[in-house]
């Protein structure tokens, strides 16, 4: 089977790619120091699961339900859910953790570990718990010097049935950087920052076995992770040409892509029509900020040679539109019924509605075919 | 089972709101005098589509072959695959023919048809094809007063195996109007550009059944649509902000919603984070160029009431950040562990991924679970 036998979208993965991108950030870790628990979110795929965590400790990241439950079923036991637990989550977190998975959750709030301590009393379980940190991305958590810090700590380490697992944060702020020297700082905000909060909890006399990091400019431009016990990367396992455009990764080096067929030709707009658009590329623009000519993706040839700077500028639910950076994009060479290969804006967003992978190895043959997790 | 039992995100759909949305629409098109056959690519749902198409001859529009499939499964036997065919999915609309499905498809090229005429010989099969126009959409098809109409028009009626079915157009133009006159004569516009089609078809000779217009704007203030035969709106079965910014629908009549929790506070940024973020709410702002303080979609209550005027103005691929207009969100009203129904910017988007629709009626009661189809 061959990529010309495809359907058409579909998704495909490069193995091999992926395999790099796996090696090099483990060597990252192992020149840091710290454990990899790579964040599932991106690729949701067991067999990927298995590349990003040969050699480690085995632990994954995930951030949906349905991704723990996913991974749990595939033989993973050792999942952190690193998005806010609500109570109505709990059960099933018991659950999983009843059929041998070590489940470790999140929280930033008071309100959450009561919930927590009421349902493990409840259910006859415990659960673990990191305190979520704030380092600068402003999304979520509490900050390292926040009273709050020691105020939840403490009620999850004194909690029957809770455990206080440790610190946690995100540096989503990296992804609004402009190159490697921007991006170190930012991770040293995010260590010393998660760092801090670790030894807050020490002085208070509590336990913080866990001071995790976790995202990919951060993790590959870090240049110590001193006082941090693990990282949390995601995106490089696929990588995309956000990553590209952050200095992160080569094109060569994405390992993820939309095949599509050339639908129509639009002489007077200029644009080549494919039967991938909104649904199929997702609507991130992501890496907008930081390069022309991105649109939606990058096009290749079949065979993934990069075709005259070819982006997909626009998308409606189920057409893109193809332009060249200036004048007509080459009709004559995608003529209807062409593929081409769409690279990513954004790996995550790209990949989540697909339910399989198409695996090729630098070629177009499916030398194998994944599933993967979606929906919720 | 009631909302408050669900997982979330979960998807929710309010049986009463469609079968206005529907009622609604099977009155517009009874007034125009053309046939009804809705655009299922939004609600992607058989139960949806047996509303949609109650009273009506029984026709419907999909966007992808595994709608089609789907819709075939759930006993639909006249499909229009509304987007440009390629050569690569002949043998599966054959496939769904010799099932008994009678599937027209869309084209405005001649290689397409010179490849379904040659799949149609190779297979025993005959494809039924419209030619697509452009009315001002700037997308697909060719113009009304083109050589290329009449060219590929005669190609399809002198190939053996093919049958011309008639012209389809889109004004997707229409979403960039503002208000009811600039939506009206848009529609005129669509209407005019593919009955002139039409009429150069008929002066050359040529058959012309079907006249097929199709977007809920265009659908909803036409003032008339003589000439034309089939109407294919489909976003009005579902309706969203997006719509109603337009002024096609009110609040009322959005029929579609994602139930989410609320996951922590961030006082610093007056956020209030949700489990529901890029992937669940979708990342479409289509509404955003006509109404301030949409984001990706607007914040209610589990019973449905406006709260304050919130909506989701930031997503990650599992975080919503819920702002308020001005000044911080109500963070005592909406603690940890509540729950809000966000309304889409876009019901095709938001609803896509989702596997099923837990169906209410005006009230809380799960009533009902669909299933839909998604992915390719």
């Given at each position: 089977?061959?990529?010309?036998?495809?359907?058409?979208?579909?998704?495909?993965?490069?193995?091999?790619?992926?395999?790099?991108?796996?090696?090099a950030m483990a060597a990252r870790a192992a020149k840091l120091g710290v454990r990899l628990r790579p964040h599932m979110k991106t690729a949701k795929s067991a067999e990927a699961a298995k590349i990003a965590t040969?050699?480690?400790?085995?632990?994954?990241?995930?951030?949906?339900?349905?991704?723990?439950?996913?991974?749990?079923?595939?033989?993973?036991?050792?999942?952190?859910?690193?998005?806010?637990?609500?109570?109505?989550?709990?059960?099933?977190?018991?659950?999983?953790?009843?059929?041998?998975?070590?489940?470790?959750?999140?929280?930033?709030?008071?309100?959450?570990?009561?919930?927590?301590?009421?349902?493990?009393?409840?259910?006859?379980?415990?659960?673990?718990?990191?305190?979520?940190?704030?380092?600068?991305?402003?999304?979520?958590?509490?900050?390292?010097?926040?009273?709050?810090?020691?105020?939840?700590?403490?009620?999850?380490?004194?909690?029957?049935?809770?455990?206080?697992?440790?610190?946690?944060?995100?540096?989503?702020?990296?992804?609004?950087?402009?190159?490697?020297?921007?991006?170190?700082?930012?991770?040293?905000?995010?260590?010393?920052?998660?760092?801090?909060?670790?030894?807050?909890?020490?002085?208070?006399?509590?336990?913080?076995?866990?001071?995790?990091?976790?995202?990919?400019?951060?993790?590959?431009?870090?240049?110590?992770?001193?006082?941090?016990?693990?990282?949390?990367?995601?995106?490089?396992?696929?990588?995309?040409?956000?990553?590209?455009?952050?200095?992160?990764?080569?094109?060569?080096?994405?390992?993820?892509?939309?095949?599509?067929?050339?639908?129509?030709?639009?002489?007077?707009?200029?644009?080549?029509?494919?039967?991938?658009?909104?649904?199929?590329?997702?609507?991130?623009?992501?890496?907008?900020?930081?390069?022309?000519?991105?649109?939606?993706?990058?096009?290749?040839?079949?065979?993934?040679?990069?075709?005259?700077?070819?982006?997909?500028?626009?998308?409606?639910?189920?057409?893109?539109?193809?332009?060249?950076?200036?004048?007509?994009?080459?009709?004559?060479?995608?003529?209807?019924?062409?593929?081409?290969?769409?690279?990513?804006?954004?790996?995550?967003?790209?990949?989540?509605?697909?339910?399989?992978?198409?695996?090729?190895?630098?070629?177009?043959?499916?030398?194998?075919?994944?599933?993967?997790?979606?929906?919720?």
């Amino acid at each position: 089977m061959k990529l010309a036998d495809l359907p058409t979208p579909s998704l495909v993965l490069d193995r091999a790619a992926l395999a790099a991108n796996c090696a090099a950030m483990a060597a990252r870790a192992a020149k840091l120091g710290v454990r990899l628990r790579p964040h599932m979110k991106t690729a949701k795929s067991a067999e990927a699961a298995k590349i990003a965590t040969a050699g480690q400790f085995g632990g994954i990241t995930v951030s949906t339900l349905a991704e723990a439950e996913y991974f749990a079923s595939h033989g993973f036991r050792d999942i952190t859910y690193a998005v806010g637990i609500v109570p109505g989550k709990l059960d099933e977190i018991a659950r999983l953790q009843r059929d041998g998975v070590a489940m470790t959750l999140v929280t930033d709030n008071v309100a959450a570990v009561e919930a927590a301590a009421r349902r493990a009393g409840e259910l006859g379980t415990e659960f673990a718990l990191l305190v979520e940190i704030e380092t600068g991305g402003g999304r979520a958590g509490v900050l390292p010097e926040s009273p709050e810090l020691l105020e939840i700590a403490r009620r999850i380490a004194q909690a029957k049935g809770l455990t206080l697992a440790g610190v946690l944060t995100h540096a989503g702020h990296s992804y609004k950087c402009k190159g490697e020297a921007e991006i170190a700082a930012v991770a040293e905000q995010e260590r010393a920052g998660v760092v801090r909060a670790a030894e807050r909890l020490h002085a208070a006399g509590l336990p913080c076995p866990v001071v995790s990091v976790g995202a990919t400019p951060t993790a590959m431009f870090a240049r110590s992770l001193a006082g941090v016990t693990e990282m949390r990367p995601g995106v490089y396992t696929l990588m995309d040409l956000y990553q590209m455009a952050l200095g992160v990764c080569r094109r060569e080096d994405i390992a993820v892509s939309v095949l599509a067929t050339v639908i129509g030709h639009n002489p007077r707009t200029g644009r080549i029509l494919v039967d991938a658009g909104a649904l199929a590329l997702s609507q991130d623009r992501g890496a907008a900020g930081l390069m022309e000519h991105v649109g939606f993706g990058w096009v290749l040839g079949e065979k993934g040679e990069r075709l005259d700077g070819l982006y997909v500028a626009e998308t409606n639910q189920e057409h893109g539109m193809i332009a060249a950076p200036t004048g007509a994009p080459p009709f004559d060479r995608l003529p209807v019924g062409a593929r081409v290969r769409i690279l990513p804006n954004h790996a995550c967003m790209m990949a989540a509605p697909y339910s399989i992978y198409n695996v090729v190895e630098r070629g177009d043959d499916i030398v194998d075919v994944w599933d993967k997790a979606s929906g919720w």
